[in-house]
């Protein structure tokens, strides 16, 4: 898909190989976006929440939900999901205080040493370009093959577990946070597996650091991987293989999981 031209997200292009084939040929047909389903009827792309029917924002899709988390089908409003997309160690905004970003040596490279270029230009991972996607998913609109995944599928994370409510975009009822948004495709791992950010308070400019970092709107902390599970989080990697990843993993480890061609193939203990 070309730059800038956003489609409809993982779970999106899913549908019709998740038998929700009747919820998918409610989406707007569009000229980019996901591919054509098996019947050859046209692909699907995420225009606007407008445009998307009400029986569509409100689908209750159980294999979006992980059964862990009871609270998710208890939210008003559009349904929302468990499962985002990895940027791998991308940059990601933090909304109340650009500033305050405690884990921007994961993506600028400065310390550890790590083995891919800083992303601190691309916000929220929208690159312009294949080389600078760091991880599998790019919200931008731009694509990544399984043969860009250089360091190997069993390598590398495509999808994690997070918790829509501990982050003020995610549970947002407008355009970023029904299960069928692009912003599905905005979770980094330069951010500690079960990070709890469990403030809810909006009006966040004037929080203190230590408020910060618990803060369900600043993206810079609240934007990474989280589960109700005990001890960490359950990912999809590219082979299709689910693992389960201690939330006490070293992190630079944990950020060569993510980067799809760092050139250092890494496994998990």
Same mark, same amino acid.
């Given at each position: 898909?070309?730059?800038?031209?956003?489609?409809?997200?993982?779970?999106?292009?899913?549908?019709?190989y998740?038998?929700? %084939?009747?919820?998918?040929?409610?989406? $707007?047909?569009? =000229?980019?976006?996901s591919p #054509?389903? *098996?019947?050859?009827?046209? !692909?699907?792309?995420?225009?606007?929440?407008?445009?998307?029917?009400?029986?569509?924002?409100?689908?209750?899709?159980?294999?979006?939900?992980?059964?862990?988390?009871?609270?998710?089908?208890?939210?008003?409003?559009?349904?929302?999901?468990?499962?985002?997309?990895?940027?791998?160690?991308?940059?990601?905004?933090? %909304?109340?205080?650009g500033?305050?970003? $405690?884990?921007? =040596?994961?993506?600028?490279? #400065?310390? *550890?040493?790590?083995?891919? !270029?800083?992303?601190?230009?691309?916000?929220?991972?929208?690159?312009?370009?294949?080389?600078?996607?760091?991880?599998?998913?790019?919200?931008?609109?731009?694509?990544?093959?399984m043969?860009?995944?250089?360091?190997?599928?069993?390598?590398?994370?495509?999808?994690?577990?997070?918790?829509?409510?501990?982050?003020?975009?995610?549970?947002?009822?407008?355009?970023?946070?029904?299960?069928y948004?692009?912003?599905?495709?905005?979770?980094?791992?330069?951010i500690?597996?079960?990070?709890?950010?469990?403030?809810?308070?909006?009006?966040?400019?004037?929080?203190?650091?230590?408020?910060?970092?618990?803060?369900?709107?600043?993206?810079?902390?609240?934007?990474?991987?989280?589960?109700?599970?005990?001890?960490?989080?359950?990912?999809?990697?590219?082979?299709?293989?689910?693992?389960?990843?201690?939330?006490?993993?070293?992190?630079?480890?944990?950020?060569?999981?993510?980067?799809?061609?760092?050139?250092?193939?890494?496994?998990?203990?």
């Open positions: 898909m070309p730059y800038g031209q956003q489609g409809g997200n993982f779970a999106v292009i899913l549908l019709p998740m038998e929700q %084939d009747a919820i998918y040929r409610q989406f $707007p047909d569009g =000229a980019f976006g #054509a389903p *098996p019947d050859g009827t046209a !692909p699907k792309r995420y225009v606007s929440t407008n445009s998307v029917p009400t029986a569509v924002k409100e689908a209750k899709i159980p294999t979006l939900w992980c059964p862990s988390d009871g609270y998710i089908r208890t939210l008003a409003g559009p349904t929302r999901g468990n499962y985002y997309a990895s940027m791998g160690p991308q940059y990601v905004y933090g %909304d109340c205080n500033s305050f970003a $405690p884990f921007s =040596a994961y993506y600028t490279g #400065a310390s *550890p040493p790590l083995p891919y !270029p800083p992303t601190s230009s691309y916000v929220n991972g929208y690159v312009n370009d294949i080389a600078n996607v760091r991880g599998m998913f790019a919200p931008s609109g731009v694509s990544v093959k043969s860009d995944v250089t360091d190997g599928l069993s390598n590398t994370i495509a999808i994690g577990e997070a918790l829509p409510y501990e982050n003020g975009r995610r549970a947002d009822n407008g355009g970023y946070g029904p299960w948004s692009w912003f599905y495709s905005v979770s980094s791992t330069v500690p597996i079960n990070l709890r950010t469990t403030d809810q308070r909006s009006a966040c400019t004037s929080l203190s650091t230590a408020e910060l970092m618990k803060s369900a709107w600043h993206s810079a902390v609240s934007g990474g991987f989280k589960s109700q599970h005990s001890g960490g989080a359950n990912f999809l990697f590219g082979d299709g293989t689910v693992r389960f990843v201690s939330e006490t993993i070293d992190m630079k480890q944990y950020q060569l999981l993510g980067c799809r061609n760092d050139g250092v193939p890494v496994e998990l203990p």
